[in-house]
C-alpha cells in the first residue's frame, strides 16, 4: 500500500516541476522574443548612430572635396577616428569618388584592416553599390582576426554629390551588451520561474496536495478497516465535492458493514442454536439406537442377552481363524414347568429373574450369558478348558440349589436346582453347531442322571 508521505511528495513535486517548468519554458520564449526585439533594435540602433555620424561628416567632406583641399579631408576623417562613435569604436573612414576609388581615407593603421577585411567585396559590390545608391547602406561581416564589423555608407552631397563615406565599425561593445542583456535576462528567467513555481507549488499545495492527502489517508484507514475515518474537507471547488461524495459512500459503507456484521452475528447465533438443537437430537438418536440395540439384543424378562444375541456371538467366536478354547455351559432349570403350574407363570417369571441373576454373578466379566429359550440359559466362557469350565458350572449349580427362593418371591417355592451339561472347543466339538449341539446333549445326560448335575460331553464308544 502506497504510504500519504509518498503520496504527498510525488504529487507535491510534480506539481512543483509542471509549474516551474512551464513557468520557465514560458518565461524563456518570451525572453528569447525579447532578446531578439532587443538585439534587432540596438543592431537598428547602431546602424542610425553610424548613419548619423557619416552624416555629420558628409557636409564638411563635401565642401573639402569642393575646394581640393584632400589633406584637410584626412585629418576630418582621422579625428573622426580617433573621436569615434558613441558606443562603437571606429575602425577606419575613407572617401570614395563615383568610380569608387579612394580619395581620401583615415591615418591609422587600422584603415589597412579595414582594406584587407573588406577589400574585395568593398570594391567588388559594396562599393559599387554605396557610390550609385542616393541613400545610406550597411553591411555586417567579420574580418580574418574575428572581429564582427559594420561596414556604412553615406553620399557626401553639398549641393552636388562629390563622393562617397565608407565606414568600419566595431560591433565588439554592442555584441557584449547584447551578451550581458542575454545573461541578465536569463537569470531573470530562472530566478521568477522559480519563484513562481514556488508560490505555484504552495497554492497548488493547499488547493490540490491537501485535499488529496486527505482522501488518501481515509481511504487508507478504511482499508485497514477503521471505517469511521472521514476527509473532513468542506470546500466548495471540485476537490471539496469529491470529499464529500467520498465521505458519504464512507458512511454508507460503515453502515451497510454495520448491518452486515449485525446479519453474520444474528445469524451464527441461529446457526448456533440449530448445532445445539441438532447436537441434542443426535445425543437422543444415539441413546436411543443404543437402547434399541440393547434391546435387540437383551432378554427382557430376564435382562441378560437374548438367544439372537447368543448366536451370534458363538458364530464370531468357534470361527477356523479364531484360537484358544472355549466353553459353553447349558443350562436347564428342573420340573420349571411343574412350578409353573402350581405357582403361576408370574412366580415362575420371578424364579428365572433370580436364577439369572445367580448365574451372572458366577461368571466373571468376558464371559457371555444369554437366555436361550424358555427355562433354559447358555453361556459362553472364552478361553477356558473343559476343567475350568466344570469348576465354574459346579459353583452355579451350588449356589442356585442353596438359594432361598422363598424370600425372594414371597411365595412357597421351596429349593430349585438346575441341570448342566458341558462342551469344550476343540476338544469335544470343531464348529459352533457341533459344539450346541453336544452342550445339549450333556445337558439331556444330566437330566437322565437325576438332575441337579453338571455333565460333560462324552463321545458314545462302539
Not at 69 to 85: I, K, S
Not at 112 to 120: D, H, Q, V
Not at 189 to 198: F, I, V
Not at 202 to 208: A, E, H, K, N
Request: some cysteine; hydrophobic content about 45%; charged content about 25%.
Amino acid at each position: 500500500m502506497i504510504g500519504i508521505a509518498a503520496i504527498r511528495s510525488r504529487i507535491g513535486l510534480r506539481l512543483a516541476l509542471l509549474a516551474a517548468g512551464t513557468l520557465f519554458i514560458a518565461i524563456a520564449v518570451g525572453g528569447a522574443i525579447t532578446v531578439r526585439i532587443v538585439e534587432s533594435a540596438y543592431r537598428e540602433e547602431a546602424r542610425t548612430r553610424a548613419a548619423a555620424l557619416l552624416g555629420t561628416l558628409s557636409v564638411p567632406c563635401a565642401i573639402t572635396v569642393a575646394m581640393h583641399a584632400l589633406d584637410q579631408l584626412d585629418g576630418y576623417l582621422t579625428e573622426v577616428t580617433r573621436v569615434g562613435g558613441e558606443h562603437m569604436h571606429v575602425l577606419a573612414v575613407a572617401m570614395l569618388d563615383a568610380d569608387s576609388h579612394v580619395l581620401a581615407r583615415s591615418e591609422t593603421g587600422t584603415f589597412t584592416e579595414l582594406r584587407a577585411a573588406a577589400r574585395a567585396e568593398l570594391d567588388a559590390d559594396f562599393a559599387r553599390r554605396a557610390v550609385q545608391s542616393p541613400d545610406a547602406l550597411w553591411r555586417e561581416q567579420v574580418s580574418p582576426e574575428g572581429k564582427r564589423l559594420l561596414l556604412v555608407s553615406m553620399p557626401t552631397v553639398s549641393g552636388l554629390r562629390w563622393g562617397t563615406l565608407v565606414a568600419a565599425f566595431d560591433l565588439g561593445d554592442l555584441d557584449r551588451q547584447l551578451s550581458e542583456l542575454k545573461f541578465l535576462l536569463t537569470g531573470l528567467a530562472l530566478g521568477l520561474a522559480g519563484a513562481l513555481g514556488l508560490l505555484l507549488y504552495v497554492g497548488l499545495s493547499r488547493l490540490v496536495v491537501r485535499p488529496v492527502r486527505a482522501l488518501a489517508t481515509a481511504a487508507e484507514l478504511i482499508a485497514r478497516g477503521q471505517l469511521q475515518a472521514r476527509t473532513g474537507l468542506q470546500r466548495g471547488d471540485e476537490l471539496g465535492r469529491l470529499a464529500q461524495v467520498f465521505d458519504a459512500m464512507a458512511s454508507e459503507i460503515e453502515l451497510s458493514t454495520q448491518a452486515l456484521e449485525q446479519k453474520v452475528q444474528e445469524r451464527t447465533a441461529e446457526v448456533e442454536k440449530k448445532s445445539r438443537e441438532l447436537a441434542d437430537v443426535n445425543a437422543a438418536l444415539h441413546s436411543a439406537n443404543t437402547e434399541l440395540a440393547r434391546l435387540a439384543s437383551t432378554d427382557a424378562l430376564t435382562n441378560v442377552k437374548n438367544r439372537r444375541h447368543f448366536s451370534t456371538t458363538i458364530e464370531r467366536r468357534i470361527t477356523p481363524q479364531q484360537t484358544g478354547t472355549t466353553t459353553l455351559l447349558m443350562f436347564d432349570v428342573d420340573h420349571f414347568k411343574a412350578l409353573n403350574d402350581r405357582l403361576g407363570h408370574p412366580v415362575g417369571d420371578l424364579i428365572l429373574r433370580d436364577i439369572a441373576h445367580i448365574l451372572q454373578v458366577g461368571l466373571r466379566t468376558t464371559d457371555t450369558l444369554s437366555r436361550y429359550g424358555g427355562e433354559e440359559f447358555a453361556a459362553i466362557l472364552v478361553d477356558t478348558d473343559a476343567i475350568q469350565g466344570l469348576e465354574i458350572a459346579e459353583r452355579i449349580r451350588s449356589a442356585v440349589a442353596t438359594y432361598d427362593f422363598d424370600h425372594s418371591t414371597g411365595h412357597p417355592v421351596g429349593p430349585m436346582t438346575v441341570s448342566v451339561g458341558l462342551a469344550n472347543c476343540p476338544q469335544d466339538a470343531q464348529d459352533y453347531e457341533q459344539l450346541i449341539a453336544r452342550s445339549d446333549q450333556a445337558l439331556y445326560q444330566a437330566k437322565a442322571r437325576g438332575r441337579n448335575r453338571v455333565e460333560r460331553f462324552v463321545a458314545a464308544t462302539s
